[in-house]
Structure formats: C-alpha cells, structure tokens
C-alpha cells in the first residue's frame, strides 16, 4: 500500500501550458518535500513545506502544503522542455526519539514530459 | 559543498562475484541512507545509518550488507546477487536534527548496478 498517492502518474504537455501534481495521503506528514529526478541520476530536492496551508514559490514552481498537513500540490507556470523529469513528493513523519527515527517515505511519482 | 559522490557509476557482476558500492559526503551530516530504485518506480528505503550506527533495516535480504567506516563514508558491500537486484542504488544523506524525522535528504547521482 502506498502511503503518499501521486496524480496524474505521467503528463505529457506542450511548452507553455501550465500543469499541477498532487501528492495525496491519509497520514498527515510533519513536512512534505518534493523532489525532481532526471533518467540516471538522483533526485534533487526542490523545496520542504512544514506548515499547514503553506506556499512556497521556486521561480514558475509553486508549492503547497494542504492545511491538515496530509495533502499537497506543485503548479508549474509555463513549462519548459528544461522542466521534463519524474517528480517525486516525500513525507517525513516525526520521530518520538532518535533511535525512532523514520526516513522519508517516497510518493509513486509523477513523470513530466514537456515538448518544445 | 551540498554534494554526495557514489562510486562506481555503473557496475556490471556475476552472480558469484563480491563487490561494494561507495558514498561520501563532507556536509557533516550524521544520519546516511541507501535506497534501491527499479526502473519508473520512486526509491524504495534499504537502510538508514545514525551517527554510524544501523538504525533502520528494512528487511533488506543478506546478501546486501552496510558498513559505515565514519560519520563522512557509507559502503554497501554486494554478494551472491540475484538478476532481480539489478537497479539503481542511490546514497543520501541529512542532517540529524533531534527530534524530527522529517531531515532534507540530499541524494547522490547513484550507481547502475546490472546483475548477469
């Protein structure tokens, strides 16, 4: 069973339209991070929202944080080809001590295909 | 310096064959993580290591076994592999802030592991 659910799973749009990724769960997460990971490498983190209904801007990223703290979004204003890779969203769940430490836990992912 | 450097970048073994893969990091960092990533699925958590020590293992099988020599290195020594451990194997690592489980994970570039 998934814990973090990504929508839509792969989007194929032209450049300059606008698009948005949803990151769903039942567990409400202490933060949600959303990484972009290019074929053969690793994911590169973007940005980590902490508070319900928060908005971060990263250029023509927008990022949301829902206000239970289980849900979020990334809107990309006017994608561009350079925007193409998989989009990873991930939860970090707070730990009671250190020995209890959880790492992140991995969304499905949301591959993004821009054509010129 | 926000880099993690894995080595090799490819690696291509036998079944019979022992062989290791390598992380570094000199961001200070105190907790380091090996994930394992099929292709078009998002990093599935291996093992996590907390001030050098193991502190999660995700029932990962036995032929796969982490060493962390100090607080800056992260070795994943491989034997007796199977065809369905071919993957990307990625290195990660993070702050270890008290309290939280919620740590920004910066990832390494991963190695391309084939198993023939």
């Known amino acids: 069973t998934q814990l973090l659910e990504q929508s839509p799973q792969f989007l194929s749009i032209q450049e300059g339209e606008n698009l948005t990724v949803y990151c769903n769960s039942s567990?409400?997460?202490?933060?949600l991070q959303w990484y972009r990971q290019e074929p053969g490498e690793g994911p590169v983190l973007l940005v980590t929202?902490?508070?319900?209904?928060e908005v971060k801007k990263l250029k023509r990223l927008t990022f949301q944080f829902g206000d239970a703290r289980k849900d979020s979004s990334l809107h990309i204003t006017a994608a561009q080809p350079g925007d193409t890779g998989l989009y990873l969203c991930?939860?970090?769940?707070?730990?009671?001590?250190?020995?209890?430490?959880?790492?992140?836990?991995f969304g499905s992912g949301t591959r993004l295909q821009v054509q010129p | 310096d926000t880099e993690v450097t894995q080595t090799p970048k490819h690696l291509v073994m036998g079944m019979t064959n022992k062989k290791s893969l390598k992380c570094e990091q000199h961001?200070?960092?105190?907790?380091m993580y090996w994930y394992k990533q099929k292709a078009k699925k998002p990093p599935e958590l291996m093992f996590v290591?907390?001030?050098?020590?193991?502190?999660i293992n995700e029932s990962v099988p036995s032929r796969f076994s982490p060493e962390c020599p100090n607080s800056s290195l992260l070795n994943l020594h491989l034997h007796a592999l199977q065809p369905e451990d071919s993957a990307l194997y990625l290195c990660?690592?993070?702050?270890?802030?008290?309290?939280?489980?919620?740590?920004?994970?910066?990832f390494g570039p991963g190695t391309r592991l084939t198993v023939t």
């Open positions: 290591y907390s001030y050098e020590k193991l502190s």
């Open positions: 961001m200070g960092h105190r907790a």
């Open positions: 567990s409400v997460f202490s933060s």
């Open positions: 990660a690592s993070s702050q270890h802030r008290t309290g939280t489980g919620d740590d920004e994970q910066y």
């Open positions: 991930a939860g970090g769940i707070r730990a009671q001590s250190n020995t209890g430490r959880r790492a992140l836990t």
């Open positions: 929202v902490v508070t319900g209904g």
